[in-house]
């Protein structure tokens, strides 16, 4: 992006001086400017994300090789190793044996808020997937890294508590969805953020059914 915007000054003010006589194209370019600047940004953040793609491929074949069932069905389906993950919510901690008990715990994903846990490798993440793919456009799964989804793309100042907060605004006025997936949401949070966050968190669960991995205790 730096070597873009040497290239395009440069230009800019050689054209200036050369043709600083030129008043119309002066005018044209001090107003194209600020639209130049622009253009390269959204270039500089199409390169960015190219650079993921990689990862980004990795980790979306990962998912679909979870939530391949295999023929003999007992404890794992795929990489979700059921009897090792616990549903939390207010009043109990409840061993998971199939995708129908959380639609049990949450009666019928009404709106409630529950806590998946289970230790690294336990298939948390792909159990998110799991609802998700069973639950189609009435879910909302929201993976730990998740910039692409939302309007504030293009804040690039903004810290991850921030666009935590901006990415639950967006998802609380989508009104078809029963059930919001949360992986791994408090990941790399500041403290500060942590009480707020959840705190919104809680509020939406006043509306739909929120089931959420959390990568801290």
């Known amino acids: ?3 873009s915007l040497v290239s395009v000054i440069g230009t800019l003010v050689w054209l200036m001086y050369f043709d600083r006589t030129n008043d119309a194209l002066l ?8 639209r130049q600047i622009l253009t390269i940004q ?3 953040q199409i390169v960015s994300y190219s650079t993921q793609w990689n990862g980004l491929r990795t980790r979306l074949i990962g998912i679909i090789s979870a939530l391949r069932i295999p023929e003999c ?3 794992y389906v795929g990489n979700i190793k059921w009897r090792q993950i616990n549903v939390i919510n207010d009043t109990s901690c409840i061993e998971i044996s199939s995708i129908e008990t959380i639609r049990q715990i949450t009666n ?4 409630c ?3 998946i846990r289970g230790g690294n490798g336990t298939g948390k993440s792909s159990l998110l997937a799991l609802i998700k793919e069973d639950l189609g456009e009435q879910a909302f799964l929201l993976p730990p890294h998740s910039d692409m989804f939302f309007e504030f793309i293009n ?3 903004l810290s991850t508590g921030e666009k935590m907060l901006l990415a639950l605004n967006e998802i609380g006025k989508i009104n078809n969805i029963r059930v919001l997936l949360l992986d791994e949401w408090d990941a790399n949070l500041d403290s500060n953020y942590l009480n707020s966050i959840s705190q919104q968190i809680h509020d939406l669960s006043g509306k739909v059914c929120v089931v959420e991995v959390r990568h801290r205790d």
């Open 1 to 3: 992006m730096i070597l």
């Open 27 to 34: 005018i044209m370019l001090v107003a194209t400017f600020p």
């Open 42 to 44: 959204y270039m500089s």
């Open 73 to 75: 069905k007992d404890d």
């Open 108 to 111: 019928e994903y009404n709106p």
């Open 113 to 115: 808020r529950v806590t």
């Open 155 to 157: 804040e690039m100042s």
